[in-house]
């Protein structure tokens, strides 16, 4: 949990944002343009609290809103080059590096880790604990749905 915030606090030094408004980037990265209730679900929160990091982040120009052509009522958030850069300068979520090498392990030490994942998580009372949005298969610095 030290190296998780750690991570998050080099994060935010490097790119002056909070680690939700990195989530929100991130989201953002592997289409370029998301519409907002989709950033919700993938992190699994709100639409009030995406809309207020959509925001601060247009705010600073590293994202813009657009009404689409085909609903005029619906509006795209889409990631400008700014924030694209911001997000290349910024390092990657440990979760990332952690899958990376996870996936490098051999089979056994695969299970073995994942059994005393399971077992730490039943101790803390974590197993209905929703998890953090996870790295796509890329690891290219973006994340999936869970």
Excluded: C, Y
């Excluded at 992190?43 to 982040?57: P, R, Y």
């Excluded at 051999?106 to 059994?115: D, G």
């Amino acid at each position: 949990m030290h190296a998780l915030d750690e991570n998050a606090r080099a994060m935010a030094r490097a790119s002056g944002l909070t680690q939700a408004q990195l989530l929100v980037l991130h989201a953002l990265a592997k289409n370029g343009q998301e519409m907002p209730r989709d950033i919700a679900r993938l992190l699994g929160v709100g639409q009030a609290t995406i809309t207020i990091q959509i925001d601060k982040l247009e705010a600073r120009g590293l994202v813009r809103r657009e009404r689409r052509q085909a609903d005029r009522r619906a509006i795209w958030v889409i990631l400008t080059d700014v924030g694209r850069s911001l997000l290349d300068q910024t390092p990657d979520f440990l979760q990332e590096r952690f899958a990376g090498r996870f996936r490098d392990l051999e089979p056994w030490e695969q299970a073995m880790l994942l059994a005393v994942t399971e077992r730490l998580s039943s101790l803390f009372d974590a197993e209905d604990t929703a998890p953090f949005p996870q790295p796509d298969e890329a690891g290219a610095g973006k994340v999936s749905v869970p």
